[in-house]
């Protein structure tokens, strides 16, 4: 079983950028699907971006031109650059995986969660 590890969380002003890590404790190209998704207290977790083990993206439409998702499969690694952040990116944001392949909207939920990683904007 692969487990994703999340790194580069904290605090940033906003307009600032952060970079997300995520690696995998094992080879990444047997999950289709990777991305992100984040969570606020008292509010259901919500999807970010994901990407395909070709390359292909879909970002939710708050991120679109400020987020840019990409993986590495040769370093087992999944990058999530966030530039422009804002007080409303605050969050936890989890690292996900699936076997399966979808990239559009209604995928279902990722059988593969990491711990997350706090994402703080301040104002």
């Known amino acids: 079983q692969v487990q994703l590890v999340e790194s580069g969380g904290g605090l940033v002003q906003a307009g600032g950028s952060l970079r997300l890590s995520c690696s995998a404790s094992?080879?990444?190209?047997?999950?289709?699907?990777m991305g992100w998704y984040r969570q606020t207290p008292g509010k259901q977790r919500e999807f970010v971006a994901r990407?395909?083990?070709?390359?292909?993206?879909n970002y939710t439409d708050s991120v679109k031109g400020r987020f840019t998702l990409s993986r590495d499969n040769a370093k087992n690694t999944v990058y999530l650059q966030m530039n422009s952040l804002k007080p409303e990116d605050t969050a936890v944001y989890y690292c996900?995986?699936?076997?399966?392949?979808?990239?559009?909207?209604?995928?279902?939920?990722?059988?593969?969660w990491g711990q997350g990683t706090q994402v703080t904007v301040s104002s």
């Open positions: 094992g080879s990444i190209f047997s999950l289709s699907t």
């Open positions: 990407i395909t083990r070709g390359g292909s993206t």
């Open positions: 996900t995986g699936d076997r399966n392949y979808c990239l559009g909207s209604g995928c279902p939920p990722p059988a593969l």
